[in-house]
């Protein structure tokens, strides 16, 4: 198995978790688990292969990553009230898969030979979409876009670190480790110390 | 015409009829009536061709589709105010598009050699997103996830009953006619007699 | 640079004002400025690229249209706080770019030599998506779908003059100038003046 899929594998697990704990959230059926689990955990990567026009799209070329998603949905289903608190654990999972998701989209781009822009977006792309579909779906806030914290910002600067360690010679394994550290380390210092950027403020919007 | 075009132009009829249902309840204008008809109607069908890349997607192919929705919201934009209850017939009407759509879905997967598992997607996608893009675009609570309500699930059921209809032998005729029926009578059953699932449910989320 | 390349980036550089403004009222960060302008910049484009299955996607091919975006969103950050009334600003705006974008759109589609209903719905995909993704992404009131006033429609009689310029014998760029003056002056009018068409309206829906 090639270092792309087995990332693709593990973002997949890992947004499938954070599906179903939202699933979990607004107290849906199990067929609605398995629905935003596959949703979330696929939704980044299918655009992203969309968009490349990769044939097929990974989970049409590999129905595993569903059957994944699924029992990961599954599992949530009979477990997730052991959890104290479930909205915590939704932020760190979804932290972990936006890494990992972003290392994926980043490298399979790279692979691809496309240029540091398109790397940078379809790193993006893969890491954050995915949740976005989850949270417009189910009517939450999208976590992409909520103030005072880093989110877009960590996958922005996860492909930026996938882009240079390639500019530097790294092979595709070290970079996908750079992009990965760099954006779980910015994500998890926004969630735990609060760390942020500058937001645009004025006179309030008329 | 074959079998599946006459499914799909079936499925763009009554769907758009929803989605002209859904505009009346905003008060939109005639073009606001046909832009929801028609996303709606081939919202759906055309996600499930863009993943499967067939191409072209059906209504570039063939735009007759188009003007289908664009007729049926026009025939619901002067007919509308003599329904007593709009809601009940938005429901009931979703229920057959959504039974239609998910045999065509299926169906086409299944004629292109997919996988049961891709079928089973194929035959959700189709039935699903159109009036999934309806709600969100119109803001109301998606069908998709009200809860104590059975709908994912039926057209989760709707396709596996394709995919063991086609393993024991069935035609595709057959294969579809099963599918429409187990999508159409769990759904009637949900809206009728109250139908579900267990959902989840344990301490408040917090 | 050929007439549609020339409308495309005319496009994506007004539409991404539009998106870093409504980032400027959600009060985002500078990255949430970037992403906000880079999916509104692109997002109609994309859907039109991908339906007519144009490959590569036209900002994968030129990544000069993203920088574009993000120059703009740069430009926003710095001086939106100079503007009286942001929402007027916004909308007018928003009037420039759907105009020339309905008008890409079309372009796009008849130099593809698709038929009339084709050329007015990728019209209209092109001008409106990216705007509708802008609202639903930042949980605004779709402008698409206000009442009492005119948003789709002019997309529509934009791209309807497109087809009929092209059907009397205009060159492209004599057809791209009727619908976006068709486009523009139908919103302005809708702005300014209040036009509208009659809405749908009877007892209230239950």
New interface residues.
Partial sequence: MSLMTLLDYTSVLVFALTGALV?????????????LA?LTAVGGG?VRD????R???FW?AE?TY??VACGAALGV?FT??LFE???RLLLWLDACALAVAVAAGSGVALSLD??P??VV?MG?ITG?LGG?MRD????E??L??R?GE?Y??CA?AGSTATVIAAAVGFGPGLAALACAAMTFTLRAGSIHYGW????????P??
Same sequence: chains 1, 2, 3.
């Fill in positions: 699933a979990s959230r607004a107290q849906l059926d199990i067929v609605g688990f398995f629905f596959c299918t969309v968009l490349l026009d044939n097929p799209v049409i129905p569903l059957l289903f997730a009230h608190s479930r909205y496309q240029g822009a398109v977006v993006m954050c976005l417009v779906v189910s009517n806030v999208p992409v876009l103030q880093l877009v910002t922005f942020c950027l500058p937001v645009y403020r004025s006179r919007p008329r």
